[in-house]
């Protein structure tokens, strides 16, 4: 009896399938009219996606300054925290997006002299190219967006810019950029000493985060879902400062929010830590 129970265990072992995984592709490419380059860019697909016929929200995911669409991949472990997050119920089957936003210039915003025009890129080109190309569900409900750092800094401008696209924007130690039109000025003749007054004020207006949010119409407040987070001890630039500003400006103002202060820096551990959280609020349908 006991050589056959043994067996027997030994047989249904056997025949147990492993956990089903996601799968990364991160350096496929599409070729940009507006950039007039080839950009990279890192797509995170579930388990089911090559055994259903079903289509899936998606995540635009963004990376930090100095990185590329392989960043998340490589040290944000995306595939791992994202296929625990399925199989624990944190999420439903989700596929993330994950463009490089790396090059000559950098960065999410259009520059003031028109020479990266990144922002058009990113919603004439490069989420039409996803929602083709992939099995994706149309419309806002289906679609958020999240960063670190400086592509924290790019989720704010995105669903600033366009809350009829994001249901949700998760903004994870997001580099806030200026915080007053003095210090735009300072920032921005470090990248352009040629830029004139107008054009420094003009790009104030329209890509500070502070800014953006004092402009957010009565009945707009509550179009996006907002998640940010800051380590207790990052110390980069405007980042602990910029994001509890906005924090208060978002109180003050009645924006709804969720704001986190968490243990750690500016660093891969608080970001990986922030990723489930961001996976659970999104809450896709």
């Not at 490589?74 to 595939?79: D, H, L, P, T």
């Not at 352009?192 to 054009?199: N, V």
Request: charged residues 25%; hydrophobic residues 35%.
């Amino acid at each position: 009896m006991k050589k056959f129970l043994l067996l027997l265990g030994l047989i249904t072992l056997g025949t147990q399938s492993p956990a089903q995984e996601g799968t990364v592709y991160d350096h496929l490419s599409l070729e940009s009219r507006i950039l007039k380059t080839t950009k990279k860019y890192a797509i995170y697909l579930p388990p089911d996606y090559e055994t259903s016929e079903r289509s899936y929200p998606v995540l635009y995911l963004l990376h930090g300054a100095g990185g590329d669409q392989t960043e998340w991949v490589q040290r944000g472990e995306v595939k791992h925290i994202t296929d625990k997050a399925i199989r624990d119920g944190i999420t439903k089957p989700l596929i993330i997006a994950m463009p490089d936003a790396s090059g000559p210039d950098r960065g999410y915003a259009n520059n003031p002299a028109g020479t990266w025009l990144y922002e058009d890129y990113f919603f004439e080109e490069f989420i039409p190219f996803i929602e083709k190309t992939y099995r994706v569900r149309p419309g806002k409900m289906n679609r958020s967006v999240a960063g670190l750092s400086m592509g924290g800094n790019g989720t704010f401008i995105f669903a600033l810019h366009h809350p009829e696209m994001f249901k949700a924007a998760c903004s994870l130690s997001a580099a806030t950029g200026p915080l007053s039109p003095e210090t735009a000025k300072e920032y921005l003749k470090r990248w352009d000493a040629g830029l004139s007054d107008e054009q420094i004020r003009e790009w104030y207006q329209k890509y500070s985060v502070l800014e953006l949010i004092k402009q957010i119409p009565e009945n707009r407040k509550a179009a996006v879902r907002w998640y940010i987070t800051c380590g207790d001890d990052d110390h980069i630039e405007n980042v602990y400062e910029g994001n509890c500003l906005i924090h208060l400006t978002m109180r003050k103002l009645e924006v709804p929010h969720e704001f986190r202060i968490t243990d750690g820096g500016h660093t891969w551990e608080v970001w990986r830590r922030a990723l489930p959280e961001v996976l659970e609020f999104i809450n896709f349908p």
